[in-house]
Each structure stands twice: as structure tokens, then as C-alpha cells.
């Protein structure tokens, strides 16, 4: 596809239940980010894959949030015992490189249109 | 940890008025970058900056990197209506062990009255 694509565009779920998203980035980004963003707040940096790699997870609040991205391509966030304070949209996006690598500039991150989590 | 502050919260402005929109940063950053979210969209990017002092210009916006690399700003000549959304900016901690954290401020809202 043309973007980053992003699977489900809402989801809602009772507390305690697993829920995963799904993050389809552009065809040929190394990199990719997962964020949560709230109401009226930026973007929260959960995590990022150089490729099949999770090269900075220090964004992840607790150990319920884990992430992976088996062929480097597509990457799924997964959430154990939800819970309401999970509430946000979850925001993926990906980039040629890593925003700031040496000798590569210009690195800019391509949101997608994000998935809308609400736990009851 | 890194914390990114950006003034004001909101903006309110008649069309065809200037807007600037700050963003401090705890740390030295190794790059910012400006991103324009639309109500109900998502983030898109503007503009990255990596030199300390660097201005660059868009058509009528201006953006510029302080000269420690920890301070930016974004300034909108003349104002219009296709202008309004939430302005972001996200820097890369240069101290930081990895290049592809940024962390994003909490956003101006620009509002423009016809």
C-alpha cells in the first residue's frame, strides 16, 4: 500500500481481556514506532524495531505491553489484562532509517491512521 | 528522563495573523522534528532540523534549531485557515543510547478565525 496501515481502526474490550494491533508499515521502512496517544497529549514513545529487532522498548509502561516484528515488515502490539488507563490511541508509523542516525537525515516518520483502544 | 515543553498550549488567531508556537528541551537534542496534526488525523511530518542554529522555510513557515540544540520554534506568516491543527515537535536525545526515540511535546492547537 501507499502508507502505513493500521488494523483494527477501533477496538473495545471489556478490562482483562488481551487485545493485539496490527501495524503495516510502508514497503521497505527499516524502522518502526509504536505510540500511545491520549487526549490532548503528543504522541508517548512506547517502542521501536530496527528491522526484526526491538532496538529501544524503554517507552513501555509495564510488562502487559509487548510488541513484535517477526520479518521485519509488519509488527503486532500486544496488551495482556487490559486495563482502562490502557485507553488511547495507538499510533504506528515508520521510517526509511531511525530518526537521527548518522549520515541519514531527513528521516521522517509516516503515521498511520491509528487504532482507537477503549477498555471498558 | 528527556521531557520536551511546548508554549503555548493554544493559539487563537484571526486569518492573516502571525503564529509561533516554542519547544524547549531538557537535554541536548540530536535532531527536531515538526509534525502537523489535524483534528481527528494523524501526525504528519513538516520539517526535520539537525544543525545547531538552523533555520528553514517553508512557504510561509519558518522554522529554527536554537544554537544548543535545545530549543526550537515554528513561525506561521500570515495565517489561513487551512493552517489549523495541532502543531508537534519531537527531538531525539542526543545523550541517548538509541537514534530512533523521539519524544513529542504536548502540542499547540492553532485555531484561525476567519
Known amino acids: 500500500g501507499a502508507g502505513v496501515s493500521q488494523t483494527p481502526s477501533n477496538k473495545v474490550t471489556e478490562k482483562g481481556k488481551y487485545v493485539e494491533l496490527r501495524c503495516d508499515p510502508i514497503?521497505?521502512?527499516?524502522?518502526l514506532y509504536w505510540y500511545r496517544q491520549s487526549l490532548g497529549q503528543g504522541p508517548e514513545f512506547l517502542i521501536y524495531?530496527?528491522?526484526?529487532?526491538?532496538?529501544?522498548d524503554s517507552g513501555l509502561p509495564n510488562d502487559r505491553f509487548f510488541a513484535v516484528r517477526p520479518e521485519g515488515s509488519v509488527s503486532t502490539l500486544k496488551i495482556q489484562r487490559t486495563e482502562r488507563g490502557d485507553s488511547a490511541v495507538y499510533l504506528c508509523?515508520?521510517?526509511?532509517?531511525?530518526?537521527?542516525?548518522?549520515?541519514?537525515?531527513?528521516?521522517?516518520?509516516?503515521f498511520g491512521p491509528g487504532t482507537r483502544l477503549t477498555v471498558l | 528522563g528527556q521531557q520536551v515543553m511546548q508554549i503555548p498550549q493554544y493559539q487563537h488567531v484571526q486569518e492573516g495573523e502571525d503564529f509561533t508556537t516554542y519547544c524547549n528541551s531538557s537535554?541536548?537534542?540530536?535532531?527536531i522534528q515538526w509534525y502537523k496534526q489535524r483534528p481527528g488525523g494523524h501526525p504528519v511530518f513538516l520539517i526535520q532540523?539537525?544543525?545547531?542554529?538552523e533555520v528553514k522555510k517553508q512557504k510561509r513557515l519558518t522554522f529554527q534549531f536554537g544554537e544548543a540544540k535545545k530549543n526550537s520554534s515554528l513561525h506561521i506568516t500570515a495565517t489561513q485557515t487551512t493552517d489549523v491543527g495541532t502543531y508537534f515537535c519531537?527531538?531525539?536525545?542526543?545523550?541517548?543510547?538509541?537514534?530512533?526515540?523521539?519524544?513529542f511535546g504536548q502540542g499547540t492547537i492553532l485555531t484561525v478565525h476567519p
Open positions: 508509523a515508520s521510517s526509511l532509517y531511525p530518526a537521527g542516525a548518522p549520515g541519514h537525515y531527513y528521516n521522517e516518520q509516516f
Open positions: 514497503s521497505g521502512h527499516t524502522a
Open positions: 524495531f530496527q528491522g526484526t529487532g526491538a532496538a529501544d
Open positions: 537535554t541536548t537534542l540530536s535532531n
Open positions: 532540523l539537525v544543525k545547531s542554529g
Open positions: 519531537a527531538g531525539g536525545d542526543a545523550g541517548g543510547t538509541s537514534y530512533g526515540k523521539l519524544t
